[in-house]
């Protein structure tokens, strides 16, 4: 077998609280017997994602012999373990790999709303669920053909025509790049990145200097997904307009 990275839970440390279970995008790990355990070892991928999310410091990463990391057998995990189609958007009862059901993968079929043009209200552009980077799966089928909008936290709430100047017709992940833990932001944009057909990535950020973090972020990841994807940067002023000036 080869030596890789590998998670390594201390059962000592783990008091099986779960907040692990959502940010492993390929389900390696399940709560069993009250403690976080690796379900297979052939589904870690070893770049760590969920041990920053670990209240007790139980999980770490180390070098030893496992076996390979295969991608096919963690996507059909997780496909699985959500227990999802397109058609119905709708989760399965949780499964007995212990995710959070506010954080399982669902597709959101848009349809026309003829009450919300009559109103003159607007329609939510959103057709995926979750959002937030830590807990989204780079396998998640919504991202496949679309371009990625990677938003800042305070984007949405800034920009009044985010829904359809910004998000309508992409997929998208919001994250804050001063206070997120976001050493695994990077490679799981790449891993977004390597494992679909994403034709562009817009980041949207606000004109602060802290925000200017997210751009960076993206940057890296499409450096180390070996991809040749086009980046476009979005600047949204504390007033919500567009801007390109920053302080």
Known sequence: MPVRDIILIDEEKCDGCGLCIPSCPEGALAIIDGKARVVSESYCDGMGACVGECPQDAMTVIKREAPEFDEAAALENMRKAEGLTKETAKPSPPSHFGGCPGSRTMVIEKKDNPSATQTGTQQSELTQWPVQLHLVSP???????????????????????????????????????????????????????????????????MVVPCCMGILGIVEKAVELSGKDVPVESVVIGVDGERTESMF
């Not at 920009?159 to 998208?172: A, E, I, V, W």
């Not at 206070?179 to 977004?192: C, F, Q, V």
Request: proline share 9%; glycine share 4%.
């Open 139 to 205: 396998y998640a089928p919504y991202f496949n053909g679309k371009e990625l909008l990677v938003a800042a936290d305070c984007v949405p709430v800034a920009d009044p025509n985010f829904h359809h100047g910004l998000l309508k017709g992409k997929s998208m992940v919001i994250a804050c790049p001063k206070l997120d833990e976001i050493s695994s932001y990077a490679p799981k944009i790449a891993e977004i990145l390597k494992n679909n057909d994403i034709p562009k990535v817009t980041v949207a950020h």
